[in-house]
């Protein structure tokens, strides 16, 4: 299986510098045009990439380009991330980001990356908790320096190597172009399996609410997969399909991110193995 030095784009984080004192556009229509601008960010996956790195960290897969910036650390207990620093590539990273390994909280301080300033960051927490060995529960409360917020609860069935399948709910506020506004999602059995479709979910759906208007994005991949994209309909009424309904990945480290393959084997696989190896290293661990 291949191994890819990725960086993500977190669901919040879809401009590179937009100020928190900028004057907020006018909330825009729940147009076909719009669908296709909030689509890749609000699914129960791209609600969990913005927690991703630091998980993906903890695994020891290869999402920093330069070792030493961000720095990270870890001990038993905890692990963490502290950016105040600028990498190889140019990138500049701010604030800190550090996980508890006991109760697998992360606790974000102004973490985020960007090309310019001011870098557009994250503060809040999320938790992923166990269930089975290859089923996760996932709850993220986080706000973005440019007045972004995401509240999500999701669950996530799958294992390494395999298929996995994304369910939870949120609401996600942003003032950034078309995605202006406040959006209540659902996404129901959001299905990602590379042996299908590498670039965008092969089924279920996604509703988005706003403004009091509904829209469902239907993914086809497994049927469709090099096609015109997902189908949407608005309020009832079938709108024809968008394109890049997939999550955003980058395969350069500090790109800005683009549309790609959501690698199923990283996403879940990365954190369901490493929850089994912290559960054995605790097996082991005299009592304090």
Known sequence: MRRLSLVMVPALLVCAACGSDAEPPPPYELTTSAVAAWAPTVSA???????????????????????????????????SITGDCTDSNGMIWSGSVTMDLATSTLSFAAFGSGHAMPVSTLSGEATVADGSATSRDFSIELSGSDGSSIDYQGHVDGAYGARTV??????????????????????????????????????????????GRSAVVTYNGALDCDGDGADVTIDGTP????KGVGCSVSPNPGAAGAAGTCLTLILAGAWFAGRRRLA?????????
């Open 280 to 288: 054995a290293r605790a097996e082991t661990r005299a009592p304090v």
């Open 166 to 211: 994304w369910n939870g709910s949120g609401t996600f506020v942003r003032n950034i172009g078309q995605t202006n506004g406040q959006v209540d999602a659902v996404t129901t059995d959001e299905v990602f399996d590379d042996a299908e479709c590498d670039s965008q979910p092969a089924a279920g759906t996604t509703e988005l609410t706003l403004n």
């Open 45 to 79: 996956l791209a609600a969990y990439l913005s927690i991703y790195q630091p998980l993906a960290v903890y695994d020891g897969q290869p999402t920093f380009s330069d070792p030493t910036c961000p720095a990270v650390e870890r001990d038993q207990a905890t692990l």
């Open 239 to 242: 709108k024809g399909k968008v």
